[in-house]
């Protein structure tokens, strides 16, 4: 690149003007920063996992694990179910989230029916 000195109309305009018949200026060629120990930081500690949300219905309730709509109720109130049994199905953003039981016990209660919105750590059901 050279650096011309112009002028048009009587106006002067300095401008950068690449020779095209002249040989290629290397490229400078981007080299990582070197690491020194003394740059290194000890690495941080990982962060414990978050308990869940406590549901709103209290200890026998199963949360939501999302904020989404429920397509469909897999249980009636009185029926008994073991550990990992199937509750309802909720879907969010084109995809369908199983809710399992936590534990094995009786629906008391289903606090929520096909078609509705629900936020996530909202109670869905009630075990006893």
């Given at each position: 690149?050279?650096?011309?000195?112009?002028?048009?109309?009587?106006?002067?305009?300095?401008?950068?003007?690449?020779?095209?018949?002249?040989?290629?200026?290397?490229?400078?060629?981007?080299?990582?920063?070197?690491v020194?120990?003394?740059?290194?930081?000890?690495?941080?500690?990982?962060?414990?996992?978050?308990?869940?949300?406590?549901?709103?219905?209290?200890?026998?309730?199963?949360?939501?694990?999302?904020?989404?709509?429920?397509?469909?109720?897999?249980?009636?109130?009185?029926?008994?179910v073991?550990?990992?049994?199937?509750?309802?199905?909720?879907?969010?953003?084109?995809?369908?989230?199983?809710?399992?039981?936590p534990?094995?016990?009786?629906?008391?209660?289903?606090?929520?029916?096909?078609?509705?919105?629900?936020?996530?750590?909202?109670?869905?059901?009630?075990?006893?």
């Amino acid at each position: 690149m050279k650096k011309l000195r112009v002028t048009v109309d009587g106006k002067t305009f300095e401008v950068s003007v690449e020779m095209l018949d002249a040989p290629v200026a290397a490229v400078p060629v981007y080299s990582a920063p070197v690491v020194t120990s003394a740059s290194v930081s000890a690495p941080v500690a990982a962060a414990r996992p978050v308990a869940a949300k406590p549901a709103a219905g209290g200890a026998g309730s199963v949360p939501s694990p999302l904020s989404g709509k429920v397509v469909s109720v897999d249980v009636q109130v009185g029926q008994t179910v073991t550990e990992g049994a199937q509750l309802l199905t909720l879907e969010a953003m084109k995809m369908n989230t199983f809710v399992y039981a936590p534990k094995a016990g009786k629906v008391s209660a289903i606090l929520v029916n096909a078609g509705d919105g629900v936020e996530e750590g909202a109670a869905l059901v009630t075990l006893e």
